[in-house]
């Protein structure tokens, strides 16, 4: 079986790599169709990469010669499943007969914020594409078979789709598997890119944080390196300010956190998915930070990484992806 992966940014993108991964792994053939050019695959999931520009969000939904050559591109790779990452490219199929699974990383109809700390110009370009998205979202739930990063979204997702199911944003066993547990670990971390911006998205917002506790950040490195960094470690940090979005939010940094061996802590808006978890722990604002940390009981690394082996990697995922395929159909 042909299935082609379509999303209007391109690779590397971890989710997308490592499910296409999932479905090579039982011998059929992926291939990748994106808005973006391709700078490199860390997975070696896809047999060929394609890719038509996307331009921007104002042509994606106003310029139909942009659509044509989309949908021209996937008559030509001619797949037997289109598995379209995220709602721009899910949305393109919605006229067309192609069996489709609708991958939804990130619930965009709830995001209506995304474009509040862009420019000017891109804000304008941005409205028709926020207007339109909820329309989208309603008729892909509808037709298409849906994968999703949350129980939140995936509940929500329910109410209009009867197959949904909830693929965690975990790492692969062999990422995780072999690295070292050092002694003498201390210290916390934050894994992202977010502080070398100007502004905070405003889900991400972290204004203030520094003031409040110390911290190290690790960003910009090979994700082999970066998860060998994290073992120096004993905290990791999800500490965003409160925002309404956290309800949908499933960061991945959090699962990395623990397979690396660290604690989790995290702001009590994104605690849901780790409600049992004993190695998570909330806090409720900045404020709260010093004393929370002060009273942060010392746990057993090795026990963490056991503990996420078998709870958080992305085998567990596996059975999900396979089974979502057995739904897919043209669109009615």
């Known amino acids: ?34 808005g973006h050019p391709t700078s490199r695959q860390d ?21 139909p010669r942009f659509k044509k050559r989309w949908l021209k591109a996937i008559d030509e790779i001619n797949p037997d499943i289109v598995h379209a990452n995220n709602v721009i490219a899910a949305a393109m199929m919605l006229e067309t007969e192609y069996p489709v699974v609708y991958d939804d990383h990130e619930y965009w109809s709830k995001q209506d914020f995304r474009f509040s700390n862009r420019s000017l110009v891109r804000r304008i370009s ?19 078979p849906v994968l999703t990063v949350s129980e939140n979204i995936a509940a929500e997702h329910r109410q209009r789709s009867k197959h ?52 190290n950040i690790i960003s910009g490195v090979p994700h082999p390196e970066m998860m060998i960094g994290l073992t120096e470690y004993r905290i990791g940090l999800t500490p965003w300010r409160p925002h309404p979005f956290h309800r949908y939010c499933d960061p991945n940094k959090n699962y990395e956190y623990l397979n690396a ?28 930070l010093p004393q929370v940390l002060s009273d942060l009981p ?12 078998e709870n958080y990697v992305w085998e567990r995922n596996e059975g999900k992806i396979r089974g979502i395929y057995r739904f897919s159909k043209p669109a009615e």
């Open 126 to 144: 941005g409205k028709p594409l926020v207007r339109v998205t909820p329309s989208w979202e309603q008729h892909l739930l509808e037709r298409y």
């Open 261 to 288: 061996g660290l604690q989790v802590l995290l702001t009590s808006t994104l605690k849901e998915p780790f409600k049992a978890d004993p190695y998570v722990h909330e806090f409720d604002s900045y404020e709260d």
């Open 164 to 215: 949904v199911e909830v693929t965690g944003n975990f790492p692969l066993t062999s990422e995780v598997i072999d690295l070292p547990d050092p002694e003498g670990r201390k210290g916390l971390v934050y894994v992202g890119s977010d502080f070398k911006f100007d502004k905070f998205t405003p889900h991400r917002d972290m204004t203030g944080l520094k003031d409040a506790v110390d911290f």
């Open 43 to 63: 997975y070696g999931a896809f047999s060929a990469t394609y890719h038509i520009p996307v331009v921007n969000h104002f042509r994606v939904v106003l310029d």
């Open 1 to 34: 079986m042909r299935i082609l992966h379509t999303s209007h940014g391109g690779l590397p993108d971890a989710r997308i790599e490592k499910t296409a991964l999932v479905m090579k792994n039982e011998g059929h053939e992926l291939l990748f169709l994106g």
């Open 298 to 309: 010392e746990q057993d690394s090795a026990e963490i990484m056991a503990h996420a082996r």
